[in-house]
């Protein structure tokens, strides 16, 4: 039976666990899904992800090397996942690099993290998911504004039931989806 | 009856509920939290965040003792706390049910270590349910408490991080009416003297036996093969991925004790077993006794496949699983990234990094050039990160007070302990009453931001009880408070309190008051002011972003800082940080903002 592997990564308090929670809400009454879900310290600011899975699945995390999305809520939460990429991956990147709160950090450029991503995905996508989720009416649907090149680019429309998706969504949600499914950048495809 | 998005703990909650749940306590810990933050939103049933384990299994020990159905609930270190209770209510039994859950943490996500508290089971005798998935941990609470109730005997429903974190669909049954108990009174029964404890024990062993003849129905033997595998836990879900084939599975539902029979069953014709579980070889040992009583000589791999530290990944599993079936495993190599480690942080807002900044001026100021910072559990733990720097120690729920007990006795260095509210309830009375009667010269810094925050805000009883009045209840001398925004105030207080203390050879208490900011968020509504740099002013000189460290607060042009407009929430903490007075507060503060802040 057919399997999707989802690894988001983001920041603690960027609604990494929202868009997990989105996610399966959504996957279509044939198949099983899983959330693994990141809580307690690690959430405060720090590197979070959750691992979503669809299909004939039972375990709880997803294998290395086995992700078909791994998706980065901020662009170098994005790169600390890339291990679980496959060779098909789709890599959706957020346009957005947070410094972490330690003194004298060297900040990677978004440019150079694409880079980096090149050597193991097949495609990197980027996406300026705030922008277009104030445009929508609200920063916080970012992680909608994600969910929708998602169903854009990639398998997850075969898993998820659309309509069951945008009727979980209120109107600015719902907004943030199209806007995001209409305008994303293909940066890389192999 | 239907079937609900459910992540683990909720599961359990819902289980419990289904099973007539009366009485619900438990003390906040991840990955245990949300099992009593789901009970709490039932109104016909009683539930509460007690101070610390121990009260909370005391009184869902008491509940039970009277014939109620109540849980417990716990993280796995928590359990340590409860420890003393837990060891006698295997002695007495209950009347009515009772279900102690602790979640574990294998890979210390969010611990300070990762014990497994299976143990628990084997040195209390008590059994141990243990589910792979909500699904099985909702199903595996219902059954817990029915069997309980039949034994007469409290159980414990352990789970770990990806289980209690895991959400899924889950199939649910119907609620029932709480079942509450009605005064017994057997002082026979439950008054430990050394009498009755002895014919307790008789009778605890025979329970015990009953137990071991009852765990059967919770496991099963699935499929056929010469080769076993054992699994209990989240390793059957890994298991159940991975294996194909001709292997025959023993799935533990409960892994403490086993019996005899059940194995014996499973292990026949087979040539070889492999025990998967997280963790500490608890199904192992077992496992291997029984063979070993009964002379049966099979080659038994556990520990040897399985690490046993951190929890299990398909990568553990399918390499342990690949080589006991003589299957390649095809490894996948780790790509080295070079991206900087972004640990967790205080929140932009957090009262705690104000305190931090204040404090370390503040003791200096009061002469203290080196001391030793003993620390404490909490969101405050941060503070053992760079810039603050602040937490020399920090080992289990208040363990501030004790250690700096020893290391002043040790090296006569005058010691800071730093405590939050939630814990300094939890256990830092304690400590604080011995640094009164024993004359601890130490400078108490309570951060009382009014909730237990690392956990998701759960309320704390600093918000019934004020801490002075506690200290000084404690005949602590030296108290006051002060406010971690207001700079001056602050070090005026600490290093006031600081010269006291070396003066007077005593313990003194400081309280950092400032609310929990996202407690403050959850609070207010409307637009919230903003920070903003005039670039004019702004000299680049990193103080902000590289020595507070403000989440919201990044690097620019020229080194000059600029303002995450999505993360800063205008605390203005930041404003007299900045020795230029670069930084200002745009915009007006919602309804109610400063009292919230300061309540
Ligand atoms: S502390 Fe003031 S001067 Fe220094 S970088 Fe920050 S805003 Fe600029
Ligand atoms: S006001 Fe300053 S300290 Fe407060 S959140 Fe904004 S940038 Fe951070």
């Known amino acids: 039976m057919a399997k999707l592997n989802i690894v988001i990564g983001g920041v603690g308090g960027q609604g990494v666990i929202t868009m997990g929670k989105m996610l399966i809400r959504a996957v279509k009454p044939e198949y099983k899904a899983v959330a693994s879900e990141t809580h307690g310290l690690a959430q405060r600011g720090g590197a979070v992800n959750v691992h979503v899975r669809i299909g004939d699945v039972y375990a709880p995390l997803v294998p290395l090397g086995r992700a078909d999305y791994v998706i980065g809520l901020e662009a170098i939460e994005g790169l600390r996942n890339i291990r679980y990429a496959c060779d098909s991956c789709v890599l959706v990147l957020n346009n957005k690099v947070q410094r972490p709160a330690i003194p004298k950090v060297a900040l990677p450029t978004i440019d150079e993290l694409i880079n980096t991503a090149k050597n193991y995905v097949k495609v990197v996508v980027l996406v300026n998911a705030e922008d277009l989720a104030l445009k929508a009416g609200n920063v916080k649907a970012a992680n909608t504004v994600i969910i929708g090149t998602m169903l854009a680019v990639g398998k997850l429309r075969d898993f998820v039931d659309e309509e069951v998706l945008v009727n979980s969504l209120n109107d600015v949600n719902r907004k943030a989806l199209y806007l995001g499914m209409e305008n994303y950048d293909i940066v890389f495809s192999k | 009856m239907g079937r609900l998005l459910l992540l683990g703990n909720e599961s359990i909650a819902r289980g419990a509920l289904e099973a007539g749940l009366a009485v619900a306590a438990g003390y906040p810990g991840t990955p245990s939290t949300e099992v009593i933050e789901t009970l709490m939103k039932e109104k016909d049933r009683y539930v509460e965040w007690s101070v610390n384990e121990k009260v909370a299994f005391e009184t869902a020990y008491g509940a039970a003792i009277s014939g109620a159905y109540s849980l417990v609930s716990m993280k796995h270190v928590g359990l340590n706390v409860a420890s003393d209770a837990l060891m006698s209510s295997s002695y007495t039994g209950v009347e009515g049910a009772m279900v102690i859950f602790s979640a574990g943490d294998p890979s210390m996500w969010s611990s300070q270590n990762e014990q497994d508290n299976r143990y628990y089971g084997l040195m209390a005798l008590i059994p141990v349910f243990e589910p792979f998935d909500p699904q099985s941990a909702h199903d595996l609470t219902v059954k817990a408490f029915e069997f309980s109730t039949k034994v007469k005997h409290p159980v414990l429903l352990v789970s770990n991080t990806r289980v209690n974190h895991s959400r899924t669909w889950v199939d649910v049954g119907e609620l029932k009416p709480p079942v509450w108990g009605k005064l017994v009174k057997k002082p026979q029964v439950y008054s430990l003297v050394p009498a009755i404890a002895r014919g307790n024990r008789e009778k605890q062993l025979k329970r015990w036996e009953l137990i071991t003849e009852g765990v059967k129905e919770f496991n099963t033997i699935e499929g056929d093969g ?128 104000s305190s ?244």
Request: glycine fraction near 8%; hydrophobic fraction near 40%.
């Open chain 2, 226 to 353: 010469r080769k076993l595998i054992v699994t209990a836990g989240v390793g059957y879900a890994y298991v159940k991925e991975l294996v194909e084939g001709d292997v025959r599975i023993l799935r533990l539902g409960v892994s403490v004790p086993l019996n005899r029979e059940q194995v014996l069953k499973a292990v026949e014709g087979v040539e070889e077993i492999l025990v998967v579980e997280e963790l500490e070889p608890i199904v192992e040992t077992q496992l291997k006794n029984i063979l070993f009583d009964e002379g049966i000589r099979v080659k038994v791999h556990g520990k040897d496949y399985v690490p046993r530290v951190g929890e299990l990944t398909f990568e553990k599993v399918g390499k342990a699983v690949s080589k006991f079936l003589g299957l390649p495993f095809v490894e996948v190599k780790e790509p080295e990234v070079k991206i900087p480690d972004r640990p967790p942080a205080l929140c932009p807002g957090c009262p705690h990094r």
């Open chain 2, 356 to 599: 931090f900044v204040d404090l370390k001026r503040g003791v200096v100021k009061g002469g203290l050039n080196t001391t030793f910072f003993s620390g404490d559990i909490g969101c405050y733990s941060l503070g053992v990160l760079p810039p603050f720097n602040s937490q020399d120690s920090l080992t289990e729920m208040g363990s501030s007070l004790g250690i700096a007990n020893g290391i002043f006795r040790a090296t006569n260095t005058v010691p800071v302990a730093v405590i939050g509210d939630s814990t300094f309830f939890h256990n830092g009375l304690s400590g604080l009453a011995n640094a009164v009667y024993n004359n601890l010269p130490v400078l108490v810094v309570v951060l009382d931001n009014r909730v237990t925050a690392m956990t998701g805000q759960n309320p704390s009883p600093s918000r019934e009880i004020e801490i002075e009045d506690v200290a000084k209840g404690l005949g602590v001398e030296f108290v006051k408070a002060f406010d971690p925004f207001n700079v001056k105030e602050s070090i005026d207080v600490i290093s006031e309190a600081t010269r006291w203390v070396k003066e007077n050879k005593k313990p003194a208490v400081v309280v950092a008051k400032r609310a929990c900011a996202l407690d403050v968020l959850d609070k207010v509504d409307g637009e919230l002011p903003i920070a903003v740099v005039d670039e004019k002013k702004c000299t680049g000189c990193s103080i902000c972003y590289d020595f507070f460290t403000c989440p919201a607060i990044t690097v620019g042009k020229d080194k000059k800082a600029v303002i995450d407009q999505v993360l800063c929430i205008g605390c203005g903490a930041c404003v007299p940080v900045c020795p230029y007075n670069a930084i200002s507060l745009k915009g007006d503060v919602p309804k109610g903002w400063d009292e919230v802040w300061l309540s």
